[in-house]
């Protein structure tokens, strides 16, 4: 297996009083794409809150290239390189289409990602680039969420449920870019409720339960069985 | 005539207002922060004009160039130091932690300066006035309304053309998403606070030439900058400038109508706009 870009180690996680992850364990590899599936609340987005520093974890409870990040700040985590498309969007309603791009590209990282690459990429955002972020369909929100990522250049991206609330024909479109974005070497991390699309694009796939790993498998040779296992917690 | 000239000079002393208001506007359409010490931070604005145009021999105008660094360097490290540690969910820490800063500049201000009042002296400046169609027009009043729509300019320019406009309007919008584009909101925060009291330093420097200061007027600062803000609409600048023009205009009028008159009118004309309109004229942001 190639060197870990990133590796989580006992990592518990908790909103208030809630512990949303467990002493969670996780390795990606640089270059993958890796799925992570699971129910409603099993700690998917949690986890990868905590990757982007979202939510404060402990210092070596996640290390990203060998050095420990779970202390930083999340602005201090996307200058390493790692970018969270969140879930739901939450594009920024004040700035237009060009503006969201724009300040996804802050960052400064160097890279193949530009306002005119991301243009190429989704072609219908250079026709609405002065346009309210809030005017576009769901889909075209979705759009400038993972062009706003990828305008940090960054080396690990996260993306949170982004085939959800979109039409099945919008959803395709969204996974046909997929290609271009992680071509270039990025490695991707991918929260998916469905749970076919996850393993069609993934090298491997995680499924946590209850804030704990349920199953880790590469993603070509698992089962229906083992999936509904992980995914249930019943045989 | 006589109507027409208490209009007019009321939408020149709204631009004293709207100077007032400019800080206060900026800071709640960024950080949703009621800064209850802004007019006294009006005030100290005030009194470094007066210091810096005393020790140095300076025309009061002249000195802004000192004092408008300083009240933004304040500015930046007092959000840094203790206004982000008050901002969370609850909207009740920045209220009382800005209300003890009030209370905190009026007392050293008083200790320092004692509570006689003070005036920055213009010279000429002052009296000098001009006539156009029948009015007369002061300078004083004229150059401060001219200043207070360019300086609202600037920050609508600043917020809706530059990057660090940018930084404000997406940290406004959504602090985690902004945290997540690399902005370090504290270091955003602290520069929205500099910016506001860069141009509380010139709303400082033009009171204190325009009327005679003590450390305890603070408060009534407040109430118009307050009043200005509401009328215009929250987070809206040129709804500022609007609302300081109107508390501006209600003012004079009511004052032509009896001398008495003067502040109640503008209160009055204030709760009238609240009641018709609760978001103001030209309302950005809600709640």
Known sequence: ?235 | MEWLNAVVQGVLLGGLYALFAAGLSLIFGVMRLVNIAHGDLIVLAAYLGLSTSMALGLHPLLSLVLVVPVMAAIGYALQRGVLNRTLGEDVLPPLLVTFGLSVILQNALLEIYTADPQKLSAEVMETASFSVGGLTLGVLPVLTFVVAVAAIGALQWIFYHTPLGRAFRAVSDNQDIAQLMGLNKAHVFGLAMALALAVTAVAGIFLGIRTSFDPSIGGGRLIFGFEAVIIGGLGSLWGTLAGGVILGVAQTVGAKIDPGWQILSGHIVFLLILAVRPNGLLPKVSG
């Open chain 1, 1 to 235: 297996m190639p060197e870990p870009i990133l590796q989580i180690d006992k990592l518990d996680a908790f909103h208030g009083d809630f512990q949303a992850l467990y002493g969670l364990d996780l390795t990606i590899a640089e270059g993958e794409v890796l799925a992570i599936i699971g129910a409603n609340g099993a700690g998917k987005t949690t986890l990868l809150r905590s990757i982007a520093g979202l939510m404060r974890n402990e210092a070596d409870q996640i290390r990203y290239r060998g050095r420990p990040i779970g202390a930083l700040r999340a602005d201090q985590v996307a200058g390493l390189g790692i970018a969270l498309v969140p879930e739901g969007r939450q594009l920024f309603p004040s700035l237009s289409v060009e503006e969201n791009l724009q300040i996804g590209g802050r960052v400064g990282r160097a890279g193949p990602w530009s306002l005119e690459t991301v243009f190429g990429l989704f072609p219908i955002l250079r026709e609405r680039r002065h346009q309210a972020s809030t005017s576009l369909s769901g889909g075209q929100q979705q759009m400038v969420a993972i062009g706003r990522a990828l305008m940090a250049n960054p080396d690990l991206i996260l993306f949170d449920e982004i085939s959800l609330g979109l039409a099945p024909i919008i959803i395709k479109d969204i996974y046909d870019a997929l290609p271009g974005i992680v071509g270039g070497g990025v490695t991707a991390v991918i929260v998916e409720q469905d749970i076919t699309k996850a393993l069609s694009v993934s090298s491997r796939v995680y499924c946590l339960q209850e804030g704990r790993v349920s199953l880790e498998s590469a993603s070509d040779n698992v089962s229906r069985e083992e999936i509904s296992r992980a995914y249930f917690g019943i045989s």
